[in-house]
């Protein structure tokens, strides 16, 4: 089981990105994937989850209206597509799995996490 987080970098306040999250070793049938991230001097928190039968759940209501979850079976990769970016926003994102719902407690690895940058 084997996730890669990409697609971050800077951008300017009110722009948009697309944060992958790549999964190898499983299918995303089985497993439910979740966005967590790591603004400075704050707490990992949830951001936005996708069940392994694709319902979405958010974490923090910040995110809203701004943040979609999608995922493509046949690339096994889900997607973080960020909308409207806030500065706030800023922060590592970090894509974990777990076999359960998106309320589990038991969670794959950090890995290395993708930097988002929102400043202008």
């Known amino acids: 089981v084997q996730l890669q987080a990409s697609g971050g970098g800077l951008v300017q306040p009110g722009g948009s990105l697309r944060l992958s999250c790549a999964a190898s070793g499983f299918s995303l049938d089985e497993y439910t994937i979740g966005w967590f991230r790591q603004a400075p001097g704050r707490e990992r928190e949830g951001v936005l989850c996708?069940?392994?039968?694709?319902?979405?759940?958010y974490y923090v209501d910040s995110v809203k209206d701004r943040f979609t979850i999608s995922k493509d079976k046949v690339k096994n990769t889900v997607y973080l597509q960020m909308d409207s970016l806030k500065p706030e926003d800023t922060a590592i994102y970090y894509c974990?799995?777990?076999?359960?719902?998106?309320?589990?407690?038991?969670?794959?690895?950090w890995g290395q996490g993708t930097q988002v940058t929102v400043s202008s």
């Open positions: 974990r799995e777990t076999k359960g719902s998106c309320y589990d407690t038991l969670w794959g690895s």
């Open positions: 996708i069940s392994y039968f694709d319902r979405a759940t």
